[in-house]
């Protein structure tokens, strides 16, 4: 079941990817942090490295283009060194576009399937994540299993 779901998963990821690229010139990780950062904002770069299982190093690239590309905004925090990130209003507008195609996808595949059988596959798919979230909380989680790991499942249950 797990490996069905991750699979569905990669298809919706691998369209999305292909239409944000050709549509917006943005990449998964670019798309990805615009999504996280409409719906966290204002949000720090070590927040949004969490949420997109990145390195800091390499969110904070990325961040730098979207800033000159004028789709996101960075600000210092009060009293603080670290800055905050938004959308800008391109972005904004971008990423509306962006939800609308995620929107009209998913009524497709809905369109798709009996309402019925949307019904269970939802509940299935939230009994999923709940039981995943509850192995993610363990403590005797293997070794391979590291604190980092566990910052970012906390942070992307959040």
Same mark, same amino acid.
């Given at each position: 079941?797990?490996?069905?779901?991750?699979?569905?998963?990669?298809?919706?990821?691998? =369209?999305?990817?292909?239409?944000?690229? @050709?549509?917006?010139?943005?990449?998964?990780?670019?798309?990805?942090?615009?999504?996280?950062?409409?719906?966290?904002?204002?949000?720090?770069?070590?927040?949004?490295?969490?949420?997109?299982?990145? @390195?800091?190093?390499?969110?904070?690239?990325?961040?730098?283009?979207?800033?000159?590309?004028?789709?996101? #905004?960075?600000?210092?925090?009060?009293?603080?060194?670290?800055?905050?990130?938004?959308?800008?209003?391109?972005?904004?507008?971008?990423? @509306?576009?962006?939800?609308?195609?995620?929107?009209?996808?998913?009524?497709?595949?809905?369109?798709?399937?009996?309402?019925?059988?949307?019904?269970?596959? #939802?509940?299935?798919?939230?009994?999923?994540?709940?039981?995943?979230?509850?192995?993610?909380?363990?403590?005797?989680?293997?070794?391979? =299993? #590291?604190?980092? @790991?566990?910052?970012?499942?906390?942070?992307?249950?959040?």
């Amino acid at each position: 079941m797990v490996d069905q779901l991750i699979l569905a998963a990669e298809a919706v990821v691998r =369209y999305r990817i292909a239409i944000y690229r @050709d549509r917006f010139k943005l990449t998964e990780l670019q798309y990805r942090m615009m999504m996280h950062v409409a719906r966290h904002a204002p949000i720090s770069v070590g927040h949004l490295a969490a949420l997109v299982d990145r @390195d800091v190093a390499q969110v904070s690239r990325t961040v730098k283009l979207l800033v000159d590309s004028g789709l996101m #905004t960075t600000r210092r925090t009060p009293g603080g060194v670290a800055k905050s990130l938004d959308l800008s209003a391109e972005g904004h507008a971008i990423h @509306d576009q962006m939800a609308m195609i995620g929107e009209e996808w998913e009524g497709a595949i809905s369109d798709a399937m009996p309402l019925e059988e949307i019904a269970h596959a #939802t509940q299935a798919m939230e009994q999923l994540y709940v039981a995943a979230s509850r192995i993610l909380d363990r403590d005797d989680l293997p070794a391979c =299993y #590291t604190r980092r @790991d566990r910052r970012r499942a906390a942070v992307a249950r959040a």
